[in-house]
């Protein structure tokens, strides 16, 4: 186990066929997007949470946030419901993000969450999260309109000047309401006609808190294979999958910009 100082990296899915291969995983794309967009540590270390080796893993994370190597955390995505029951690893990582986003003992670090990470973290923070009751997928490089509240604030200063963000997006649940009980208070990152809460910002408070229900680590070419792969697996319809893949064909994959979001909040901006 690394003892340098590091942005935790906790991977909430396994490999998926054919994608992984090519791109590497969630943990290996959310690294390559921090380090391009120059999160200071320049260091980032894997943390499995839906493997095998729980305690240790949960053990090491720990360690690191109490002796300070851990500098900052990531929940990456992942093909489970964030919201299911019964399940070891998901129930093992409730039990972590209760503590480190409860009252009594808050995160000392900044955490971000994206799409599951998003709704696992708006879980722990006593949000509803749950099946879109709009129904269906919410897939493909899709723009967000970005709120005037996150855009008001220093670490979304790479959208200075833009009212939308084009992320890629893959999901069919969905954060129903910003957290209330919470000491700390936040705002909404964004929102698109399918999803209300694109994400949610910390404004107030002790925690340091930012994730997006899209995929910033997402590449064109990689959201483009993903929604193939959803098609392939019958988990898209052929009317979604044309308007998915024709619009992350078409429109700019933005996901460095929000990288850059990302790296600013890391870096304390």
């Known amino acids: 186990m690394t003892v ?3 942005v935790a990296i906790l991977v909430c899915d396994g490999a998926i066929d054919g994608i992984t291969q090519r791109y590497g995983d969630f943990g290996d794309n959310t690294a390559a997007l921090l380090a391009q967009q120059g999160v200071r540590t320049h260091k980032y270390y894997v943390y499995g949470t839906s493997t095998s080796q729980l305690t240790e893993t949960y ?9 300070g190597t851990v500098s900052g955390m ?6 489970s419901d964030a919201f299911a029951t019964g ?3 998901i129930d093992m990582l409730n039990t972590f993000l209760h503590t480190v986003l409860g009252d009594q003992n808050p995160c000392p670090v900044p955490i971000a969450g994206i799409c599951f990470g998003h709704q696992i973290m708006a879980k722990n923070l006593g949000c509803t999260v749950g099946r879109n009751p709009l129904g269906g997928w919410e897939c493909g490089t899709t723009p967000i309109a970005i709120s005037s509240s996150a855009l008001a604030l220093p670490m979304f200063e790479p959208l200075a000047g833009a009212s939308t963000l084009n992320l890629s997006e893959f999901h069919q649940d969905v954060v129903l309401d910003l957290p209330q009980s919470s000491s700390s208070s936040f705002v909404s990152v964004g ?6 809460i694109q994400g949610m910002v910390s404004v107030s ?7 997006f229900q899209g995929h910033p680590e997402f590449h064109r070419d990689l ?4 929604v193939q792969h959803g098609y392939d697996g019958k988990i898209l319809t052929q009317k979604e999958y044309d308007a998915f893949s024709q619009a992350s064909r078409d429109l700019e994959n933005q996901g460095a910009v929000a990288g850059a979001v990302l790296a600013n909040f890391f870096n304390g901006k």
Do not use: E, F, Y
Not at 191 to 196: D, H, L, N, P, V
């Open 191 to 196: 929102s698109t006609a399918k999803c209300a």
């Open 205 to 211: 408070g002790p925690l340091r808190v930012l994730t």
């Open 74 to 79: 990531v929940l990456t995505g992942s093909r």
């Open 223 to 226: 959201i483009i294979d993903m």
């Open 59 to 67: 053990h090491h994370l720990q360690q690191g946030l109490d002796n």
């Open 4 to 6: 340098d100082s590091h």
């Open 87 to 89: 399940v070891v690893w």
